[in-house]
């Protein structure tokens, strides 16, 4: 037994429960919200050691062995996505204190975001096909209601776009689902792994790999399908906002990896190459989109679209060195796009408004918030010595290494977009002088000072993990290199999760 | 019986494209009601059809040899209809929210977060 396995899904699952049952008091809601989170980070990182120390870590749900009962799986890639989802609940759980308003705390937010943490967790541990489908449904279940908590227009709108869109990926994943049953006669998902290989009618798999491509990269918010997530993710209030950036399509982004290099790994050059193609457009289209805009959170949205590119870039290339780029970026990228919703948050509640043209002066009134901004805006943008300088060097080096000199480009000038793009939120929010004229009217709702001490907490927590990562790249890469590597070796999975074949 | 499911399963698909097409938001819940139901069933055929088996082996019965459905489909529909049970009446409580706040039943009149 290793209940480390099944702790970060419980962990969640009974603090919202307790939430539940706490329903009438906030406090002890908030109190639950903190401490849930702190034990599911704790957990977390115990999962970390253990994976680390022993390669796999499984447990075989109810006691039925491997390919019969439902398995959870930790490998390196899910130990880290896991320790990410502990570190981003809690700093979100922290931030919510003071930002999540009356309104929202007693209709459920704080069991909502225990659930959504539940259907993440979920998703990262299992090893089970069709169990992945059950927590991404959890997940979007908690993250529709948390979508429209508050009932704006906006919201609604919002939210019937990404309903839409994220219930027509689960049909087209439910689909493959039953087709690869059909075909294979099996859900565990290192048992069709081992199963595929021995399948001679090659197209049925190639089909079955593009349905799972589709349904994930509308998860992931990859091109074409991702104008669900600009649409949608300015809309709920910061807290949740923050949550769904670092975290639902970050899940589509593991769900990728984990399939496209376990199970789809036969015709590479078909599938990765339309993935690589993926990637590329997905970074224009975002960063692109990202220019056009002047509402803070909405640049940050376009640019959660570019980085996924990056991402799936690294899955696309598909060498050793690609993969390590890939699994960093991820790691780093929800660290600082979470940080920059929750200073897009700060900045909000001290201005009262997220339009770029009618703010300014930020910087001279609040200096540390300056910093602040600058540390996560910085490493999106890739400037060296923060995490996303290693991150980026990685994956163009790998690409150059490789030989596919237009993503190398594509790449490279995305990086410059992105810096372009946050030099504009940093000239028009922070060092403009605040817009005279209409600036009387503006005022934040009033914020006292210990409140505001306990929104800076989680950003100061998260871009120090930043600057940590920065600074610390090499012991990151090693982690990200054992991880890409587990990754590259799916007849460890298979071993591990099976047994040793004869 | 599988050719016939066939047919009948990418009529439900195409029906249910065709109405989540359309503008009125009703309409496209209705087509996501269709479409979840046609993946249930694609599951169903998939996996083969038996019929008139449980999926149980009688007692004193040959596990291998007797004919009996497989169970696994089974519990893999059951799961999604409830899933998608819960996630249809979120979209339907959504809609009618929507309709109050916007007060038109037109897609194409929702376009403020657009840009």
């Known amino acids: 037994m290793s209940p480390e396995v099944a702790l970060p899904i419980l962990i969640p699952l009974m603090a919202g429960a307790l939430s539940m049952a706490f329903w009438r008091s906030r406090l002890m809601q908030r109190l639950i919200g903190v401490a849930g989170t702190a034990a599911l980070l704790g957990t977390s990182i115990w999962l970390f050691v253990s994976v680390q120390a022993q390669g796999y870590v499984i447990m075989n749900a109810g006691g039925w062995a491997a390919p019969f009962g439902i398995t959870l ?28 308003g009356r309104g929202h705390e007693t209709f459920g937010y704080y069991p909502l975001m ?75 998902m290192a048992d069709i792994a081992r199963r595929v290989a021995l399948v001679e009618d090659k197209t049925l798999i ?15 918010a990859a091109f074409p399908l991702f104008f669900w997530l600009p649409a949608a993710y300015h809309t709920p209030p910061v807290a949740v906002s923050a949550l769904f950036a670092g975290l639902l399509t970050k ?97 909000y509640r001290l201005k009262g408004t997220h339009d770029l043209k009618r703010l300014g002066g930020v910087y001279k009134a609040w200096p540390l918030l300056g910093v602040l901004f600058l540390i996560p805006a910085l490493s999106l943008a890739g400037v060296p010595p923060l995490s996303g300088f290693f991150a980026k060097f990685v994956l163009i080096r790998a690409s150059i290494e490789a030989g596919h000199i237009t993503i190398t480009v594509v790449a ?36 006292s000072q210990r409140h505001l001490w306990l929104m800076l907490l989680p950003i100061v927590g998260l871009a120090g993990c930043t600057v940590f990562i920065g600074l610390n790249g090499q012991l990151l890469y090693d982690v990200a290199e054992a991880s890409a590597a587990q990754l590259l070796d799916p007849q460890g999975y298979i071993d591990a999760v099976l047994g040793e074949q004869p | 019986m599988e050719p016939i499911m066939a047919v009948v399963i990418g009529v439900i698909y195409a029906a249910a494209i065709y109405m989540m097409l359309r503008r009125s938001i009703v309409k496209l819940v209705i087509g996501l009601i269709l479409i979840s139901n046609a993946a249930n069933l694609l599951i169903f055929a998939t996996a083969g059809m038996t019929r008139d088996a449980p999926p149980l082996i009688p ?57």
Request: net charge negative; aromatic share 10%.
């Open chain 1, 412 to 447: 490279l000038l995305v990086g410059l977009l992105t810096l372009y793009s946050m030099t504009k939120i940093w000239a028009e929010v922070f060092w403009k002088a605040s817009p005279e004229n209409k600036g009387a009217a503006l005022r934040g709702t009033p914020l």
């Open chain 1, 251 to 347: 899940v589509g982004v593991y769900a990728l990896f984990r399939v496209f290099t376990l199970i789809f790994n036969q015709s590479v050059d078909y599938t990765h190459d339309i993935l690589l193609w993926v990637a590329g457009l997905t970074m224009l289209t975002g960063v692109l989109g990202a220019a056009a805009q002047f509402e803070f959170r909405r640049i940050l949205s376009f640019h959660i679209v570019s980085q996924i590119g990056y991402m799936l870039m690294g899955l696309a290339l598909f060498t050793p060195l690609a993969l390590v780029g890939g699994v960093f970026y991820i790691l780093h990228h929800i660290i600082v796009k979470t940080n920059l919703f929750l200073i897009s948050g700060v900045v």
């Open chain 1, 73 to 100: 799986v930790a490998d390196l890639l899910s130990a880290i996505m896991v320790v990410l989802t502990g570190i981003i609940g809690f700093a979100v759980a922290v931030y919510s204190l003071p930002t999540i």
């Open chain 2, 59 to 115: 007692m004193n019965g040959d596990p291998l040899g007797d004919v009996i459905a497989d169970p696994l489909p089974q519990a893999l529909v059951l799961t999604a209809i409830v899933i998608a049970f819960g996630v249809l009446s979120f979209a339907v409580v959504l809609i009618r929210r929507a309709c109050q706040i916007v007060g038109v039943d037109d897609l194409d009149q929702m376009k403020e977060n657009d840009t």
């Open chain 1, 114 to 188: 225990h659930l959504l943490l539940a259907g993440v967790a979920g998703a990262f541990l299992t090893g089970d096909i069709f169990n992945l489908y059950v927590w991404f449904e959890v997940m979007l279940l908690a993250s529709f209601a948390l979508l429209i908590l508050g009932g704006e227009r906006a919201q609604m709108e919002g939210a019937i776009k990404y309903v839409t869109l994220n219930l027509l990926s689960s049909v087209i994943f439910l689909s493959a689902v039953g087709l690869l049953y059909g075909t294979l006669g099996t859900l565990n």
């Open chain 1, 206 to 220: 190639d089909v079955l790999a593009v349905m799972f491509m589709i349904s994930f990269g509308i998860k992931a």
